[in-house]
């Protein structure tokens, strides 16, 4: 049988995705192109934003692998097959890299670094009041794998954590609150909010004029999960009037962001080009080949999607 790789990766990045994949399943037959063997002898698919209809017609197709985390774009993609298991990139390596993307953003914002990168930039000497980790509130919206690992790092570098799910969850020195009701409370406490939710019905969209108002007044938002949680011009707005006092975005309902956008040179905003979590091949193909060694030993497969939820 037949492993497809469809991606848009190109060049040196699918070099090295092949390299990883190989070296991770010696013995297994790895192909990029459809066109290029008999589409019954597919019956895996290890996918990153993969060509439009480049699972469909595959009738011996088992499992899906997403090499990303977030698979809300392969749900929304009427070509990916509904009756086939899909997996999502459950990576500790990845957790890593989100924990230390949410330390930066929660430090810089805690000791005011990216307003003094703003005033190097018109050469002003001014120091602000410096806040301690232990007087700071921080919010994790979503605790699953990275929402976790983040709300675990923050709180060991002596953060306050509060953190919110659908499920009732517990962890170590962690103000865990879960389902809608809990969401004005821990809103109201957050002097910074995470959002590490994935993107379903019920996420889309939720950071809007209404949700920044249930915020005590001045606090900052870091959004490291999807863009189109956010409605930009509800964003903009909180900005503009104090009732948010920073943004930091790694993600866009757009990508990559339009150059016209007025993100770019906000002075309340700082942007990264979603790198928050990048799912690392020397990781992620061991990850992968787990699930593809699980398929053909009849073995239960880790990280399925609950099509359901949307997660
Ligand atoms: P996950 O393990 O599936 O965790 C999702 C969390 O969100 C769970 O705690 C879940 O609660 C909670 N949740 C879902 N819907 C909710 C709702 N309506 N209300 C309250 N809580 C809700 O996902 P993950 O691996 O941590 O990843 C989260 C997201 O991060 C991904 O979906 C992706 O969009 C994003 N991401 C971004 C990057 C990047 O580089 N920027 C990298 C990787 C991932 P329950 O489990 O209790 O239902
Ligand atoms: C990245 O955004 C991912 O979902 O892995």
């Not at 037949?2 to 994949?21: N, P, R």
């Not at 192109?33 to 597919?42: F, G, K, L, P, T």
């Not at 070509?79 to 890299?97: G, T």
């Not at 939710?197 to 490291?224: I, W």
Request: glycine content about 6%; overall charge neutral; charged content about 20%.
């Amino acid at each position: 049988m037949t492993i497809l790789l469809a991606t848009d990766f190109a060049g040196d990045e699918l070099t090295q995705w092949l390299t990883a994949l190989r070296s991770a399943l010696p013995g297994e037959t790895l192909i990029t192109e459809r066109a290029s063997c008999d589409a019954a002898s597919v019956d895996i698919a290890i996918v990153a934003n993969p060509p439009a209809g480049a699972l469909a017609g595959l009738p011996n197709l088992k499992l899906i692998q997403s090499l990303w985390a977030g698979v809300d774009k392969l749900l929304r993609d009427a070509s990916v097959p509904v009756d086939v298991p899909l997996a999502r990139m459950v990576d500790p390596a990845m957790n890593a890299a989100m924990a230390e993307t949410a330390l930066w953003a929660v430090l810089s914002l805690q000791r005011g670094f990216f307003a003094y990168a703003q005033q190097q930039r018109v050469a002003q000497w001014q120091a602000h009041p410096q806040r301690r980790a232990d007087e700071t509130r921080v919010t994790v919206l979503g605790l699953g794998q990275m929402g976790r690992a983040v709300a675990q790092r923050l709180a060991s570098n002596g953060y306050r954590v509060s953190g919110w799910s659908t499920r009732e969850t517990q962890i170590d020195g962690i103000d865990a609150r879960c389902g809608d009701a809990q969401l004005p409370r821990v809103l109201a406490d957050a002097q910074i909010a995470i959002n590490l939710l994935p993107l379903t019905a019920a996420t889309t969209g939720l950071f809007d004029a209404g949700t920044f108002a249930r915020m005590r007044r001045g606090p900052s938002f870091v959004n490291l999960a999807r863009g189109a949680h956010v409605v930009d011009a509800d964003l903009l707005a909180a900005l503009a009037s104090g009732q948010l006092q920073h943004a930091v975005l790694d993600v866009f309902a757009t990508e990559p962001l339009p150059a016209s956008h007025p993100f770019w040179s906000h002075p309340q905003v700082t942007l990264l080009p979603h790198v928050a979590a990048q799912t690392d091949p020397r990781s992620a193909a061991q990850v992968a080949a787990c699930n593809v060694r699980a398929l053909r030993e009849g073995q239960a497969l880790a990280d399925l999607v609950d099509r359901r939820r949307g997660y």
